[in-house]
């Protein structure tokens, strides 16, 4: 390791040793040759201290590739690669948002692409169909540049506004309610100082915290850098002694961190991110009155290196922490523009940022190793964070933003279970609530206001479209909802954004199982049971499918099927979370009768049907009443925090009070899966009336 030739505030690994400097990764990338040398990238020395310290002599001269020009279409951006390249690597170099679910492996089948000109040579696949392959389709992952290259982002690829749970003006104004009391971490304090005289020789820094504790700041547990100190002179006087003194207020003490000449504006702009696998919610909120001034969703960029934190977390190990952080980074501060432009505000006056997240999104966003979490005994670097500043993370707002960082309970529990009760409240109250939160992933937390247990089910990114072949987000052009006629078996779809459907998202794939169960299109086993002569039934492949909607009713101009195999993904995702309630129950000594609400949150929970979700066993055969909807917990949970000292504390708290269960070695947890790897389960007499409308 050594420190960056051009930045020498960076570690690095990499290092030129013909010239003997390191480099950090950024100027690595580059494309300026006078940052070091512009032959770096076919250098054979270039890793040198990567490939163990051999002699460079022993290292054979490697002959300097082809660079091809590759240009995405419809919005003609191109890249430079060189040959060889695959069209994933050069969607990532591109900046391209390209969902990548199984992260190169090429078994998902997700990242297609149209190739219109141009030489490229491509792994052979099952998962395109003879048709897709006539049209010139291919999979990203599986295809390598030979030389300048025109692609086309396909319609069912391309990343349409995403559809967020939480995020109505209702919701918003019922937020603000719940805040008593604005009490930021960052404030702005305007002074006015007197000047000094012969009578009143103190030094500036005394004269300082003398008028902040006249002004009633507790100046006994506060700091001041030696960044602040240096400019305190030249502040005090620039402005005829009046001046806006930056004060963190820390856990146990506060922090002066900046001093400027005059009195700035007082407005003052906050920062909540819900940062999730999939996708990003941001809330730019005034730090006066609480009002959410603009709230803008987004995918994560992450989503071209797989669906799923493990992906990520390999994703990391292989290429490096920096890229997953830039890629989420590039979101996030993407969001944030958004939002200032919308309402107008200056990003140099927020000081206030909260993020909530999952743990390994915690970690790749602020460039924390991730490794050990996917690693027996699962142990996320970092749990509880100190206050940080935007500029150290990279965030696009004022530089010495305070930024609050959820804390994780454990590596598969994170922030945003812990912003998930902020704003549910179940730890504050005492009916025994199931909380349950279905997005990438699912987690479970179960308890009231004396104790509480989490667990996380690994649930798989099936309700967010993964692993299956038409699954989608909830974003324009999905099907959210399905329901069958009995007798032609023709389903009616509506569909996000009101258009013609594209794919399916979790909502509508739990209506269509649900419906096909209850219209005996397929059996509690998930095998189809349809006349195969009916129009609907279609053969893909070896596999048993049913058309939801035809070519010619789709702005894919394709059929949307939903095979066997999509069936059996849900069957394993839903029965991984109905395992993950058994096995909380009966670590506590309890069963479902003695629950007395089932909160539900996550990405679609705003939309989920519940009675359908208790006809495929998702949710347990109880009265209806006991459930609840609320939306996008995470982001709500990371407002109040950002409003509340109060809320920041009891973040801490609640994290540290979880029991976590781990299911990952849980012998219990694999037999009760098994057993729920039916329509609804193999124990129909836990779902009743399920049980009898599939006899009726
Ligand atoms: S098949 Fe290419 S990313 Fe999965």
Known sequence: MGKCANHPDRETSYM??????????ECLECPDPEIHCKFRSSCPVWFMDKRGGKNIDDIPDKPEKNRFKVVFMPDNKDVLVEENTTLLEAVQAADIPLNASCNGKGVCGKCKLVVESGMVESAPTPLLNDEEKRKKYVLACQTTVQGDVTVKIPEEVLEKKLRIAGTGKQVTEELKGMVKGISPMLSRIPLELNPPTLEDSISDLDRLNRCLKKSGVDIDRMNIGIKAMRGLAGAMRGEDWNVTVSVVKKKCSSEVLEVVPGNLPANSFGI?????????VVYLVDMENGSILAATSGHNRQAACGDDVINRIVCAEKDGVSKLSKMVLSTINGLINEAINSADVDREQIDNVVISGNTTMTHLLLGIEPRHIRRDPYIPSVSSFPILRA???????????????????ASYVGGDIVAGLLYTGLHREEPLTMFIDVGTNGEIVLGNRDWLMAASCSAGPAFEGGGVRWGMRAEEGAIEKVSIDPETFNPVVTVVGDTLPRGICGSGMIDLISEMLLKKIIQPNGKFSIDSTHPRYIKSGDEHAFIVAFANETSVERDIIFTESDIDNIIRSKGAVYAGFMVLLNQAGMDFSMVDRVIITGGFGQFLDIDKAVTIGLLPDIERSKFKYMGNSSIAGAYMALLSEKYRKEAIEVSNSMTYIDFSSNNEFMDEFTSALFLPHTNMEAFPNVKAAIVR
Do not use: R
């Not at 909540?272 to 990003?280: E, K, Y």
């Open 272 to 280: 909540a991110v819900d940062v999730g696998t999939t996708s990003i």
């Open 391 to 409: 500029e150290d993370i990279g965030l696009k707002v004022n530089p010495i933003a305070a930024v609050f960082v959820m804390p994780s309970p």
């Open 16 to 25: 030129c040793m013909k010239h003997d400097k390191y480099m950090c990764e």
